[in-house]
């Protein structure tokens, strides 16, 4: 079974640094993507950056200039670097990723051959940035 496990959350001041940590683990045939979400209280999860195993890179329109999304391929291992917090980046911070299919095509649930990606997300680790 393959897990993503999270660390870096925590209580930091406005204008502090935090840097979120992510660890794919398990029998893993390939990762094509990883990124970040978030979801504050009462909000609709949304996308903070991704990552694409070629470098390539997405970042929400919020965030831009303030965060950096880097990876190692290598480790399965992406990461989140938050500079410039502000109160409106208090969030539940989750981990995604996109595993490519491999040719046990039977070891994949229905809605990952409809997709053609295994989506896996981790628990979650709560980032507080006090005003």
């Known amino acids: 079974q393959v897990q993503l496990v999270e660390s870096g959350g925590g209580l930091v001041q406005t204008g502090g640094s935090l840097r979120l940590s992510c660890a794919a683990s398990?029998?893993?045939?390939?990762?094509?993507?990883m990124g970040w979400y978030r979801q504050a209280p009462g909000k609709q999860r949304e996308l903070v950056a991704t990552?694409?195993?070629?470098?390539?890179?997405v970042y929400a329109d919020s965030v831009k200039g303030r965060f950096t999304i880097s990876s190692d391929n290598a480790k399965n291992t992406v990461y989140l670097q938050m500079n410039s917090l502000k109160p409106e980046d208090t969030a539940v911070y989750y981990c995604?990723?996109?595993?490519?299919?491999?040719?046990?095509?039977?070891?994949?649930?229905?809605?990952?051959?409809?997709?053609?990606?295994?989506?896996?997300w981790g628990q979650g680790t709560l980032v507080t940035v006090s005003s």
């Open positions: 995604n990723a996109h595993e490519t299919l491999g040719p046990n095509l039977s070891a994949y649930p229905r809605e990952a051959l409809k997709k053609g990606y295994l989506e896996i």
């Open positions: 398990g029998s893993i045939f390939s990762i094509n993507t």
């Open positions: 990552i694409a195993s070629g470098g390539s890179t």
